[in-house]
């Protein structure tokens, strides 16, 4: 557990969870070379996931879990994170959903049950696949170009997804879909092995490689009418507090960032000194600059998930609270990482060494959603609008 970490756990029970978290995390860290190289998700960290019994923590515990707060949650990501932020990212995505289905109920009883049981039972891993090419991110409303056409007591899906995480590992898809007739979006619980589907290898990005956000294509995928899990509008929509996992990856990638900078700077010395580079006093500027900036990005975080947690009949006006970290958090780690390349200086630029790949994976924080753009009108509506 890193230092920044230490005063937020408060008991034996958050200990031992993030013991769990720290494994994955050693697991992760032993595979990135390999995964951020092949834009591929780790067989092996994936197996020691599901020996953790990781993938059922967010259940409620009469489903087998262990009814985790919003504040463990982003314990446990921040942890993971610090190891490998891909392997954070794409989890987060897992255990947000199995938070939200079971706090929102959005889908009807039976269904959810057949899905936890699996979850608990096996360690299934899912994922929400939404993004599309044409529609961008799907919290701007684009409406799916994916199809769902009834056919008797059957509906076949066609289309292409885009950013499906862990793509090629995932137990099942919860896919967006325009219903023809129904004429309105509706979410599919679609079996991997469902004949139709395949995994399109485009994950070419800069950073975060190792998340294997391929495309996921549907070619007349036939599901039953009972996979029709959720539509749109059936709940009504509220704040999602799940979605901060997202600023805690990013704030695990920044404190390692902060972590392998210190470390050298107290073990490089150049022959131009006398003591390593963590005596110059530009180095120890930057030092303490990343020391303020992670202590606030921590208190604001970890201040927001207790409220979440310890009040929730005020969880339907936290909206801009939770943006307002996201925006807030992403925004510092890319600061604090970028702090730790200049104290790293050149040799930060080499393969050999952490930092590129942190400075790498930090940036993808900024487009993930909710974008900082919409936060800042989200915050100025708020404040003129009182």
Known sequence: MNDLLQSLVKNERQRRLIEKASIIADEARSHVMETDRD?????QTLKVIKQEKYPSLSLPAKYGGEDLSLYEFLLLQETIAEGDGSTALSMGWHLG??????????????AFERLAY??????KVVNRIASEAATGSPTR???????????????????????????????????????????????????????GLHVDKTWDTLGMRG???????????????????????EVKPSPKG???????????IAVAAR??????????????????ISEVGHIRDKVGEMEWKLMQAHSFMYATARKWDEEPEKRSEMGADLAAVKLAVTNTANEVVDLAMRIAGGRGLSKQQPF?????????GLHNPPMDDAVIRMLAGKALDQ
Request: hydrophobic share 35%; charged share 30%.
């Open 356 to 364: 590129e790949k942190y400075y790498r994976d930090v940036r993808a």
């Open 211 to 233: 998340t294997e956000s391929d495309d996921l294509v549907l070619e007349e995928v036939e599901v039953s009418e009972n996979d029709l899990v959720e539509l749109k509008g």
């Open 39 to 43: 834009a591929a998700f780790s067989d």
């Open 141 to 195: 409303g684009g409406v799916p170009e994916t199809t769902a056409v009834r056919r008797n007591d059957r509906y076949v899906l066609s289309g292409r997804k885009t950013f499906a995480s862990m793509a090629d590992h995932l137990d099942y898809y919860i896919v967006s879909a325009y219903v023809e007739d129904l004429d309105n979006v509706g979410w599919f619980l679609v079996d991997r092995h469902q004949p």
């Open 242 to 252: 799940w979605l901060l996992h997202i600023p805690a990856c990013y704030l695990g």
């Open 118 to 123: 699996e979850v608990a039972n096996e360690q």
């Open 259 to 276: 972590n392998k900078s210190i470390e050298f700077a107290t073990t490089f010395q150049p022959n131009s000194l006398d003591t390593t």
């Open 97 to 110: 959903i199995m938070m939200e289905l079971s706090e929102d109920n959005p889908w009807k009883e039976e």
